[in-house]
């Protein structure tokens, strides 16, 4: 299972906003269960994860027993190019989004159709997300697709429909901010709400419904 993972984390693939890169050398750990997970994490990772990456060791931890391990890795190595490609701080909304979004986690968007907080329009800040995401599994799930549809808002906001202009600002050195606002015309607080609306818009009550959340209920 190590040795069919490292081969694929071994190909140079193609990277949202960042083009055709390799991870590079990486060490990669496969723990056979929850319990030595943690063990290795040193309880730094919450418990319902199935991996973590560790960008300044270029290390990589994953669980071998839960979730679609391809899928899981892609995740993280997403963290790690990210981190080699942009040096300036991040914000963790943005890099699980990232992530989720390099790793086709698309499953999560449309998740947020049947879930009932997101339909009825109380949504957390881009501030109390970064919270939720290292949260109980509960409120984590929600986050990692609100984060995933911040990140492709800011795709839709510049004219090119991609990320490509804001990572350029970043590999550069500009501050996330400032960036931000140079590629959608925003700023933070104002990107939020635009964020937010778009949300409230696609995944509200009708969409609710429609998805199955009537029945559901």
């Keep these: 299972m190590a040795a069919s993972l490292?081969?694929?984390?071994?190909?140079?693939?193609?990277?949202?906003?960042?083009g055709r890169r390799s991870?590079?050398?990486?060490?990669?750990i496969l723990a056979p269960d929850q319990r030595r997970f943690l063990d290795l994490t040193r309880g730094r990772a919450p418990s319902w994860g199935a991996g973590v990456a560790v960008p300044g060791a270029h290390t990589i931890l994953?669980?071998?027993d839960v979730g679609d391990l391809e899928r899981t890795l892609r995740h993280e190595l997403a963290h790690l190019v990210l981190h080699d490609a942009v040096r300036v701080r991040l914000p963790r909304w943005f890099d699980e989004g990232y992530a989720?979004?390099?790793a086709g986690e698309w499953d999560r968007?449309?998740?947020?159709?049947?879930?009932?907080?997101?339909?009825?329009?109380r949504l957390p800040g881009l501030g109390e997300l970064d919270a939720d995401l290292r949260g109980t599994s509960?409120?984590?799930?929600?986050?990692?697709?609100?984060?995933?549809?911040?990140?492709?808002?800011?795709?839709?906001?510049?004219?090119?429909?991609t990320l490509d202009p804001?990572?350029?600002?970043?590999?550069?050195?500009?501050?996330?901010?400032?960036?931000?606002?140079?590629?959608?015309g925003?700023?933070?607080?104002?990107?939020?709400?635009?964020?937010?609306?778009?949300?409230?818009?696609?995944?509200?009550?009708?969409?609710?419904?429609?998805?199955?959340?009537?029945?559901a209920f």
């Design 138 to 161: 509960a409120a984590a799930g929600p986050a990692y697709a609100l984060a995933m549809s911040a990140v492709v808002r800011l795709a839709e906001r510049n004219p090119t429909r």
């Design 186 to 215: 925003l700023n933070p607080g104002q990107f939020e709400a635009d964020w937010q609306g778009t949300v409230r818009r696609r995944f509200g009550f009708i969409t609710w419904m429609v998805a199955g959340g009537f029945w």
């Design 6 to 18: 490292a081969e694929i984390a071994d190909q140079t693939t193609a990277w949202p906003g960042l």
């Design 62 to 64: 994953m669980r071998a």
């Design 166 to 184: 804001l990572m350029d600002r970043l590999r550069a050195g500009e501050d996330f901010a400032v960036a931000l606002r140079e590629t959608t």
């Design 109 to 121: 968007m449309a998740a947020l159709g049947l879930n009932v907080t997101v339909a009825r329009g």
């Design 23 to 28: 991870a590079g050398a990486i060490r990669l």
């Design 100 to 102: 989720a979004w390099a």
